[in-house]
């Protein structure tokens, strides 16, 4: 069993839909989560950072965080054709120093938001 | 700010050459580095931490030998790939970490760097 988990898509959506972005992890020690944005050939562009459980909003982009069931989400309203990209979770534990650096990653989802 | 700067952006070479590819902090230090690999399809998987200074720490099942890391100074960090063969082709990616954040700070990368090995 993967650490993380994370539906790879392909999802499809149109513009202007609110669109759901799963993972579950097993590893309790996680305490950092991240939601990361990646366009093709392209580093990882950070949106969503969060260490606690709850919820957490940045403009269209929400990151909720339940850490009883270990599950993490995030939500883009309004969706659009920008959007249109790889998402993919992203989480840490602390082990002192700058151990909470060391990411574990979900697989990533294909989003396409269609005009 | 935290800008992370990868080089070259792209590098074909031969199979059995070495291949170098940096990555800068532009405008922060960073005592310590990671890197990452990506293959087609794939998520980001940690190769090693990068500390400067001294040795890196690499992940289970990475070839230290294999894959050099030097983290010389507080801005620039090298992964080296000896002896490339195919299979190395990948996507490799860095992220570092400001020397003054703390263990809440958000975590930058750099743009990457597709390595295709012939």
């Known amino acids: ?115 | 700010g935290a800008v992370v700067s990868q080089h070259p952006s792209r590098v074909i070479c031969k199979s059995g050459t070495s291949v170098k590819i940096e990555c800068r902090s532009l405008d922060f230090q960073a005592t310590t580095m990671f890197w990452y690999r990506q293959f087609p399809k794939q998520s980001l998987m940690l190769m090693a931490t990068s500390n400067e200074g001294s040795k890196a720490t690499y992940e289970q099942g990475v070839e230290k030998d294999k894959f050099l890391i030097n983290h010389a100074s507080l801005t620039l960090s090298t992964l080296t790939v000896t002896s490339a063969h195919p299979e190395d082709s990948s996507f490799y990616i860095c992220s570092a970490i400001r020397m003054e954040s703390s263990y809440n700070s958000p975590l930058h990368f750099g743009n990457g760097t597709r390595l295709t090995v012939t």
Not at chain 1, 31 to 39: E, I, K, N, S
């Open chain 1, 1 to 115: 069993q993967k650490e993380v988990e994370q539906d790879p898509g392909p999802l499809s959506v149109p513009e202007g839909a609110i669109v759901s972005l799963n993972c579950t992890y097993s590893n309790s020690a996680f305490q950092y989560f991240m939601w990361y944005r990646q366009y093709s050939r392209k580093g990882p562009e950070l949106l969503m950072y969060t260490y606690s459980s709850g919820n957490k909003e940045d403009g269209r982009f929400t990151a909720q965080v339940d850490k009883s069931s270990k599950y993490i989400s995030l939500f883009i309203r309004d969706s659009q054709p920008s959007d249109s990209a790889t998402y993919l979770c992203a989480m840490s534990a602390y082990a002192g120093g700058t151990s909470y650096g060391k990411l574990t990653f979900g697989q990533g989802t294909i989003l396409t938001v269609h005009p």
